[in-house]
């Protein structure tokens, strides 16, 4: 056998092992399309809208809920350009990952896709309820457009101006912060807001918004306030 032919031939069997032994057959995604569209003026993305809309579509049993991601990309004009809300939850017993997805004309959908596996978290309602009071026509880059990350955090982390400009949220409102730790064994959410950049140019500290709530600052070892 020709040594090229042969490479190709054992890069092939190996990749098929791989398959076979390493990625298991992924579970079945169930779909909804098109379930109905999201009013949201111009900076206010209807967030708890989403939710309820997701909880009473996708069938999830609401108190067994467990926030892992929102994702908010908006234009410089306030316009939606696609949310995403990703959770986990049950339904008739099973475990279950969610996906709400609104795109750019405000259309929603969503998907779901059973797994077996534990995961920790807070249910969403509260953060979302955070997000959604924040008055973002008030950020101050608004008119470049904007991205809003409400994301979970775990194993430790440290806190100050060299990250961005901190604060805690409680309502809508800011209370600037200057710095906080947080233990090995703290798990927390970060509210993340931040201009629309070109790819590859990150934006500077000063124009990114980090936000924390009350209880997650209550899990911290230490805040300084300022």
Not at 215 to 226: N, P, R
Request: aromatic share 10%; hydrophobic share 40%.
């Amino acid at each position: 056998m020709r040594p090229i032919l042969a490479v190709v031939v054992g890069v092939i069997v190996v990749y098929a092992c791989m398959h076979f032994f390493v990625l298991p057959e992924a579970p079945d995604v169930t779909r909804i399309e098109n379930i109905t569209h999201l009013e949201s003026p111009a900076y206010h993305p209807a967030i708890l809208d989403l939710w309820e809309i997701a909880v009473e579509n996708t069938g999830v049993e609401n108190e067994s809920a467990v926030l892992r991601k929102l994702e908010v990309d908006l234009a410089g004009d306030g316009a939606i350009r696609v949310i995403w809300l990703i959770f986990y939850g049950d339904k008739d017993g099973e475990q279950h990952g969610y996906e709400a997805y609104v795109g750019p004309g405000g259309t929603v959908s969503a998907k779901s896709q059973k797994f077996n596996f534990s995961v920790q978290g807070v249910h969403p309602l509260e953060l979302l309820r955070e997000v959604d009071a924040i008055a973002l026509e008030d950020i101050p880059f608004r008119e470049q457009g904007m991205t809003i990350l409400l994301s979970p955090n775990a194993y430790g982390d440290h806190y100050n101006e060299t990250r961005g400009r901190l604060y805690e949220v409680s309502d809508g409102a800011f209370r600037p912060v200057k710095e906080v730790m947080f233990g090995p064994d703290a798990r927390w959410y970060t509210i993340t807001i931040t201009p629309h950049r070109s790819p590859g140019s990150p934006p500077p500290p000063e124009e990114v918004l980090i936000a924390f709530t009350r209880q997650d600052l209550a899990a911290a070892e230490s805040v300084v306030y300022g």
